[in-house]
């Protein structure tokens, strides 16, 4: 070894120094890379929940809008929809047409007994029964 190092060749390599460094600069990488990951997996979940409690409500809406009878108040409703339990909360209100009612409905995901936050409203109108009644009987205009 004596003789290499006489005649100017060294033996080349990592200190560790060098290897201490890349290592933290790789550790860095992979905590940044996680937690952008975990991030990206998580906005999905929600993104997937908002899509299916939106489903849910679309179908909450044509039942109310099927339903003969006259919605006042609020209502809540649980459901067993899309694989996952919902809770749907139904309001009505008056409109400014008295032949309309506005309906809002908000549903909410049910996770392990707890409900969670609105996942997707949705604003529909619906005829009033009473008034749509009185506005199909009206009077015929006679012809000349």
Do not use: C
């Amino acid at each position: 070894m004596s003789n290499l190092r006489q005649t100017g060749y060294r033996e080349r390599g990592f200190t560790l120094i060098e290897v201490m460094v890349a290592l933290a600069i790789l550790a860095v990488v992979a905590v940044a890379a996680s937690r952008a990951s975990s991030a990206y997996l998580l906005s999905v979940d929600r993104l997937r929940t908002r899509t299916l409690a939106h489903f849910v409500a679309q179908n909450v809406a044509a039942d109310v809008q099927m339903q003969q009878t006259s919605i006042t108040g609020t209502q809540n409703k649980q459901l067993s929809e899309q694989g996952r339990d919902w809770q749907a909360t139904i309001r009505a209100a008056d409109s400014v047409s008295p032949a309309l009612k506005a309906v809002t409905i908000e549903v909410a995901p049910i996770d392990n007994g707890q409900l969670g936050s609105v996942a997707s409203t949705l604003n529909i109108l619906i005829m009033n029964d009473q008034q749509a009644i009185g506005m199909l009987n009206l009077p015929q205009q006679a012809t000349p």
